[in-house]
């Protein structure tokens, strides 16, 4: 895809973070690499409204909504940056950098996918 950028995270899980460009919600999704493709553990999000609405069958504790979606494993997930919300945040082991750490503020699309190892 033109402007996309590959960064290697080297890492087996992460959580994918954003601000909701309207609520100015966080949410938050833990995917891991399986061998079947990038598996979507759990959803979270901190609030509701403007078309993220936590499914019926989420919880509610401690002032946030999880559930485990069912989505099945995915070969790569696509993220686009629109420059009028705050960048992506990839989180490993409960550190937090913004997408821009990876790879340059300009890439978009952005492209998540299970590399072979070397």
Sequence with gaps: MAGSAIAPLMAGAITLAWTHSVEKIAWEEDW???PAGL????ARVR?????MEPPPEAKFAHGVWSWKPGLPPQAQV???????????RICVSDQCRP???YVPAEADPIVMKVCDKP
């Design 32 to 34: 891991r690499s399986g």
């Design 78 to 88: 696509i993220m686009r940056r629109s420059g009028a919300t705050a960048d992506w």
């Design 39 to 42: 598996e979507l553990v759990e």
């Design 47 to 51: 609030g509701s409204g403007a078309g």
């Design 99 to 101: 997408m821009e750490a």
